[in-house]
């Protein structure tokens, strides 16, 4: 692992808070290690869209790997490597310690995205998302860095949170949209998960597909959908998840 950045005060505050989160990943080792040596690590609609990519062994380049699942999902997937860039030193360590234990290609380097420290050129797949883009500042910058990052003909693969996702209340009874938030806002303060005062950045869809196919890439794929990649580990049962309301999407790009 290597530490590599220079952080503005909005950056820092929130690198602080990810690494306070990720603690997480290091009280529940076990339980993840466990959760790792098993399936169904990628979802069924991201193994359905990567499928032919998966296919060709492809390197692999995870923006904001996090606790490092997916990495190992890639590669029982069919992924020669997958080098993993998170900000928070705790995350990587205990994504690399597993990955180690495990015998999988996994190599973790500890850097702020956009601005990995990866040769250009040098993947075959760039794959991020499940709650990366609201970290992200300057999403023309982070497009850049994909389209610098990936092999002519490779591909930028995200599944994520929809951005209309910070509109919705978790009222059970029926959906609501929080009078405090528009889906046109600059940012928003998390007061969920990770909390702790970090500041997320709201990008729309067409923002998201502009910066994409401004850095040159080719827009192949894009899917919404009703279910939520992650629901708190309590009873909630947001009337907002039931179905009418788009929570997550996918989206395949090809350089």
């Not at 495990?102 to 993947?123: I, K, S």
Request: proline letters at 5%; glycine letters at 8%.
């Amino acid at each position: 692992m290597r530490l590599t950045w220079r952080m503005d005060e909005v950056v820092a505050g929130n690198r602080a808070v990810w690494e306070q989160a990720s603690t997480k990943h290091v009280r529940e080792y076990d339980e993840l290690l466990e959760t790792a040596r098993g399936d169904g690590l990628l979802l069924e609609r991201e193994l359905g869209l990567l499928g032919p990519v998966l296919a060709r062994r492809p390197v692999v380049v995870h923006l904001q790997s996090g606790h490092g699942l997916d990495d190992i999902g890639l590669v029982k997937a069919g992924a020669q490597r997958v080098i993993g860039i998170d900000y928070s030193s705790v995350a990587a360590g205990a994504a690399q310690r597993r990955a180690r234990e495990l015998g999988m290609a996994c190599h973790y380097l500890v850097a702020e995205v956009p601005g990995v420290p990866v040769q250009d050129a040098c993947a075959d797949l760039v794959y991020t998302g499940k709650g990366a883009l609201i970290w992200m500042r300057d999403l023309d910058a982070w497009a850049r860095d994909i389209a610098r990052v990936l092999r002519p003909g490779g591909h930028l693969f995200i599944y994520e949170a929809h951005p209309a996702v910070p509109l919705w209340t978790w009222d059970e009874d029926e959906p609501r949209i929080r009078p405090d938030r528009s889906y046109f806002a600059e940012s928003h303060v998390n007061d969920t998960f990770p909390g702790n005062g970090a500041r997320e950045w709201q990008w729309n869809l067409g923002q998201i597909v502009t910066a994409i196919t401004a850095a040159g890439l080719h827009l192949e794929t894009l899917e919404e959908y009703a279910d939520p990649f992650w629901r708190p580990q309590d009873d909630t049962n947001a009337a907002a998840w039931s179905g009418r309301l788009p929570n997550s999407y996918a989206l395949l790009a090809r350089r």
